[in-house]
């Protein structure tokens, strides 16, 4: 492998970049050439990247060009191998990425070297900007969901095709208001809860006479991408409830078992976990690594029917991503979270 020296050459318009016989070229916009270039996601949340390898043709013979990038986790990407020196990678995460370039040298005429690998000696950064909100999520409906003798409103969507909603664990945040009287006097729209990017329905237990009545409630949805950017709202979609041989009105009780996304996630180092019994039972909640060792035990007792909520305080831990179990009775279910430090 030949060890090259670092420079800094201007070679007119074409060519700007460190180097010392391996250089990226300046072929217009949407190609890196040179340190702190911006590139912008699209709808997706992905940026593409061109770029052109380049070494002197009148000294080397060159068979291979490449490329290989590092994302804003540290992650380097395998060498591209292209037969030509123009090549395209997709940037999927917003931040500081480097880019290194390489050529398969044939042989160098002036040296008569032959068959290795020659590098740029320098690594160039680049930033990845995702500006792009969501589009509104299509298609919402609700009717009426019976479960345990229940009804309660179920709203129904098809997902964003965008990955950096599908992404995130809260990739729908669904709003509320509520006629409860039938006369036309609605309270004020509020965010109601959020779902994750890649869940395209949403049970909302608090009503529990839902299909007919005189009372109304209106539900919209946005999305949120893992950037932060949110979709314009959907339209509203409206059912009646009220009626019904069980109850009557709103309860603030879920009546099924759940185990929710911890938020935030990721985390440093707390964070809240969610989950819902729909009668009393003895409650476990434990967390484990990823090697099943068991870290803490969150819940250890008997609980009442309700929802209930604690905190997990990981200060103590190494970065990671962590298990935790959740079983009361016949209910068991497990989910993944995240420690950043």
């Known amino acids: 492998m030949k060890k090259l020296s670092f420079l800094i050459l201007f070679f007119g318009a074409n060519i700007l970049t460190f180097g010392a016989n391996v250089y990226f070229l300046n072929d217009g916009p949407g190609y890196i050439y040179t340190n702190g270039q911006t590139f912008y996601s699209n709808q997706d949340g992905h940026a593409l990247v061109a770029y052109h390898v380049w070494a002197e043709p009148t000294r080397y013979s060159v068979s291979e060009w490449g490329a290989r990038f590092q994302d804003p986790d540290g992650n380097w990407s395998s060498w591209s191998a292209l037969s030509s020196g123009q090549g395209l990678h997709e940037c999927l995460k917003v931040g500081t990425w480097n880019v290194q370039g390489r050529v398969w040298v044939d042989i160098d005429y002036n040296t008569y070297q032959t068959n290795f690998y020659m590098y740029t000696s320098f690594t160039l950064y680049f930033y990845v900007v995702d500006n792009y909100a969501p589009s509104a999520p299509q298609n919402i409906s609700v009717q ?24 995130n664990s809260f990739g729908y945040y669904i709003d509320r208001r509520l006629d409860a009287e039938g006369n036309g006097n609605w309270t004020s729209w509020q965010t109601l809860d959020s779902v994750n990017g890649n869940s395209n329905y949403y049970i909302d237990y608090s009503i529990t006479t839902a299909g007919s009545g005189p009372s ?3 539900y919209k949805l946005r999305a ?3 950037y932060n950017n949110y979709s314009n709202y959907t339209s ?4 009646n409830y009220g009626n019904s041989m069980n109850k009557i009105g709103t309860k603030n009780l879920n009546y099924s078992f759940s185990l929710s996304q911890n938020y935030p996630n990721p985390f440093n180092p707390t964070t809240k976990i969610k989950f819902n019994i729909p009668h009393s039972a003895f409650v476990t909640l434990k967390v484990y690594d990823i090697l099943g060792k068991k870290v803490a035990t969150l819940v250890n007792e008997e609980m009442s029917a309700e ?3 604690v905190n997990f305080d990981a200060n103590n831990l190494p970065p990671g991503i962590y298990i935790y179990k959740i079983s009361a009775g016949e209910f068991t279910e497990i989910k993944k979270m995240l420690l950043i430090k």
Do not use: R
């Not at 009426?144 to 992404?167: C, F, H, M, R």
């Not at 509203?236 to 059912?239: F, I, K, P, R, T």
């Open 236 to 239: 509203a979609v409206e059912l």
């Open 144 to 167: 009426a969901y019976e479960a345990q003798g229940y009804y309660s409103p179920k709203l129904t969507w098809t997902l964003n095709s965008e990955i950096d909603v599908t992404l």
């Open 224 to 226: 949120k991408d893992v």
């Open 307 to 309: 929802n209930h909520s």
């Open 216 to 218: 109304k409630v209106q």
